[in-house]
């Protein structure tokens, strides 16, 4: 319904806006055109628009696919400062069928965001496996391998695999190294680190533009980095607080990085994924074991944008705080 005319606005006024707005938001043409065949200045069209709009007289609506929840991704974004959150509605409930519902919807999102000049990390996990699988669209970009990982009956590829298969696919580049994505003790991993071909991958790392990773909630099956210690390391982690783990970096309920790993991790930090561009983090899953991690992980700063399924977003959205 269009609101009440401003003072001092005329019903010609009134109708020459709402004249410009039609040829401007439905006929797409330009200002330039509109100021010639209206003979006016296109500085007087801008000003119509604005009448028009603050008139009522032009009403925008952003209609969402039906297979995307808008108001819950809003709902994220806000309360967490995000840059963007997406909520995907997949076809049924099962944590198979949320992982690729997600992952297909992350790998579209890369599709349309990347550009060639982009260097492109990629995180190890089960649904970063299905995004790779969904990638064909050619970016010529570079993917980086943001960690080394812990072989897993259920991911098809290593971390290096995965990385290749992106660049194939998509006619990118790819930098890649073979490590475990922890180790035993620090000098073991400096030792690793200071191997020339895994130095070379790790020093791309500084120059991440994006990064796309999956949120781990810090539980046995849950999480590529607890699953790769000892039960004693696990449980004093947990035992120090961490609840959420992304690519080896560990985090408390507030979002802080809790130490403790960081030194025996071969891969990304916590420092290369905050001056990296844009983080593009995926969460699915168990909605009541997913919940506090991925919270935590959209506390920490570390992500911007957020891919997840509607189970797990209201989850998420009932915790306090």
Not at 11 to 31: D, H, I, M
Not at 243 to 261: H, N, R, S
Not at 276 to 283: F, I, P, T
């Amino acid at each position: 319904m269009a609101k009440a005319p401003a003072r001092g606005a005329t019903t010609s006024g009134l109708a020459l806006a709402a004249a410009v707005a039609q040829r401007f938001y439905v006929e797409n043409q330009t200002k330039v055109r509109i100021a010639d065949e209206l003979g006016i200045s296109r500085f007087k069209v801008a000003r119509l628009l604005a009448d028009a709009q603050g008139a009522g007289l032009v009403q925008i609506r952003v209609q969402v696919p039906a297979d995307v929840d808008g108001e819950l991704g809003e709902a994220l974004r806000a309360r967490f400062g995000l840059r963007a959150a997406y909520v995907v509605r997949p076809a049924g409930t099962a944590v198979p069928e949320q992982r690729r519902a997600v992952a297909q919807f992350t790998a579209g999102l890369l599709e349309e965001t990347v550009a060639p000049e982009d260097v492109v990390g990629l995180a190890w996990g089960r649904t970063v496996s299905q995004l790779v699988a969904a990638l064909s669209a050619p970016l010529r970009a570079r993917f980086v391998q943001l960690a080394g990982a812990l072989p897993r009956p259920d991911v098809e590829g290593s971390a290096v695999d995965l990385v290749r298969r992106a660049a194939e696919a998509t006619g990118s580049g790819a930098a890649t190294f073979y490590a475990p994505l922890a180790v035993p003790d620090a000098a073991t991993a400096d030792s690793l680190r200071s191997q020339p071909e895994i130095a070379r991958a790790l020093a791309e790392l500084d120059a991440l533009t994006r990064a796309v990773v999956s949120i781990g909630a810090w539980l046995p099956g849950e999480s590529t980095a607890l699953d790769s210690l000892d039960p004693a390391t696990a449980a004093s982690l947990a035992a120090a607080g961490v609840v959420a783990e992304i690519t080896g970096v560990l985090l408390g309920a507030d979002g802080a990085e809790v130490p403790g790993l960081a030194d025996r991790v071969v891969g990304v930090t916590g420092g290369q994924l905050r001056r990296a561009g844009e983080v593009v983090a995926m969460s699915t899953g168990a909605a009541g074991v997913r919940a506090g991690a991925t919270a935590a992980a959209l506390r920490s700063g570390l992500v911007g944008t957020l891919v997840t399924h509607a189970d797990l977003a209201r989850a998420v959205l009932d915790l306090p705080g």
